[in-house]
């Protein structure tokens, strides 16, 4: 369980927030699996909404667009100097979705797509530092990449966030990146015999019980992708969200 008082180092993630075609729908979808309690923001922010774990920032979940995004969840990671690392990202082969915008007095964002295809989001943090809350139930616990080419993507992520990568021993092509000593996130390969399975980012939520919060995610109106697995980081399934936005649960092991 880790509470942030500050913003996070530059070039660790920061923030998550997710794009559903319903706003209300997303709000009541994840109060009920994850216990998230709201501050929905005023119209000149789109009612763009900050979810809670009681009085600590977790997740954000934006308001109805004329032209929503597609549904998804979207990994920022922090900067201290947005536009420079804006210039790394292009110079490292990334391309600009929404160039760097301050947003009031919350901090500075920009959208980047890197050179496998993937999107992610820079934060430069004003008064909002970013999840307030991690790694305990209904928190972000891991981000994990999955790319048309996990090397190329490696590559890229550690120049660009000052990372190191380090391959997971086993049969499939994984790269845990690691900030100083800490684990951030992970980039695996896509393997082809998934089909059409595009590049893109997914949050772990850590949950205190898989079978039950997979039970409640399918009794509002989300599907779970596949079985529940076993794994020595804890029991984890894929699921998607009421609106189609796809992430994962974990229930680390017993201690």
Excluded at 47 to 69: F, I, Q, S
């Amino acid at each position: 369980m880790t509470t942030h008082l500050a913003a996070k180092p530059a070039g660790t993630p920061t923030w998550i927030d997710v794009a559903s075609p319903d706003a209300a729908a997303a709000r009541a979808f994840y109060q009920a699996v994850f216990g998230w309690e709201y501050d929905i923001g005023p119209a000149e922010y789109g009612g763009y909404t900050t979810a809670r774990l009681g009085t600590r920032t977790v997740a954000g979940l934006l308001g109805d667009a004329p032209e929503p995004a597609p549904p998804a969840w979207n990994l920022y990671f922090a900067t201290h100097d947005i536009d420079a690392d804006v210039a790394r990202a292009i110079a490292l082969g990334a391309t600009v979705i929404a160039p760097a915008v301050v947003v009031g007095d919350f901090g500075s964002m920009a959208v980047c797509q890197d050179p496998t295809g993937a999107v992610f989001c820079l934060w430069q943090a004003g008064s909002h530092i970013g999840a307030q809350v991690t790694d305990e139930p209904g928190a972000a616990g891991w981000y994990e990449l999955y790319s048309t080419n996990a090397q190329q993507a490696r590559d890229f992520y550690t120049a660009l966030l000052g990372a190191s990568a380090n391959p997971m021993p086993g049969g499939m092509e994984y790269y845990v990146l690691n900030h100083g000593d800490t684990p951030i996130c992970g980039i695996m390969q896509i393997d082809p015999a998934w089909g059409d399975f595009h590049p893109h980012w997914i949050t772990y939520f850590i949950v205190a019980n898989a079978d039950e919060t997979v039970a409640t995610v399918k009794a509002h109106g989300g599907k779970i992708m596949g079985p529940i697995e076993d794994s020595p980081f804890g029991r984890i399934a894929a699921l998607a969200d009421s609106g189609g936005a796809n992430f994962k649960i974990v229930e680390p092991p017993a201690r």
